[in-house]
């Protein structure tokens, strides 16, 4: 059964500062998704990673996919507090599951 | 047009209620999905249409019913729902089967408080 999981699960940041999201899985998949989630709200896509390797950036985040060490991180650049919100990771192999979630909380 | 429509947004009903929740979308989709979510927790998938036949199906009550008149719209009858099936209903899109290179859409979901 596939696995997905994403640490830390709750993540305390000053305004300014950097930090990474890992999303590790336990099956093959070369593909990837990255969400966020702000409360009572929907989910919006955030990056699709399609292959090893890859690398994709918007503003101050910026995430990756190394398959063969079935890792995804996504990286925030000097924090604001907008980037407050649930990240999920999700991986789609037969069916798409989603990690547990990172509750990212930026403080002034 | 890149959005998936759910209505309602809100929804209560009492336990021996029978309501439906719908989804929309217009972006030439051929895979519909239904979602659970409950507070401070991940999506769950409850049901996947590809080509407007059901091919997933999480083991999901029978009390939910899902239903894909065509390939724009998906429906979920809900029937002698009980108190812990209270969450957010979310619906989501993508071109096939699978999400490929643009991942799914969701919709804005339906909160769902039974009594």
């Known amino acids: 059964e596939l696995k997905v999981e994403q640490n830390p699960l709750f993540l305390s940041m000053q305004e300014g500062k950097n930090y990474t999201i890992y999303c590790n899985y336990s099956t093959t998949s070369d593909r990837l998704y990255w969400y966020r989630q702000d409360p009572g709200k929907s989910l919006e896509s955030l990056f699709v990673?399609?292959?090893?390797?890859a690398v994709k950036q918007e503003g101050r985040l910026m995430a990756s996919l190394d398959t063969k060490a079935r890792l995804s991180t996504l990286h925030i650049t000097a924090a604001v507090h907008d980037l407050s919100a649930t990240y999920f990771c999700?991986?789609?192999?037969?069916?798409?599951?989603f990690g547990a979630g990172t509750r990212l909380t930026v403080k002034p | 047009d890149t959005e998936v429509t759910q209505t309602p947004k809100h929804l209560v009903m009492g336990m021996t209620n029978k309501k439906s929740l719908k989804c929309e979308q217009h972006m030439g989709h051929r895979a519909m999905y239904w979602y659970k979510q409950k507070a401070k927790k991940p999506p769950e998938l409850m049901f996947v249409y590809s080509y407007e036949k059901l091919s997933i199906n999480e083991s999901v009550p029978s009390r939910f019913s899902p239903e894909c008149p065509n390939s724009s719209l998906l429906n979920l009858h809900l029937h002698a729902l009980q108190p812990e099936d209270s969450a957010l209903y979310l619906c989501a899109s993508s071109q096939e089967g699978v999400w490929t290179s643009m991942g799914a859409f969701f919709g804005q979901g339906t909160r769902l408080t039974v009594v």
């Open positions: 990673l399609l292959s090893n390797g």
């Open positions: 999700a991986v789609d192999i037969t069916d798409m599951r």
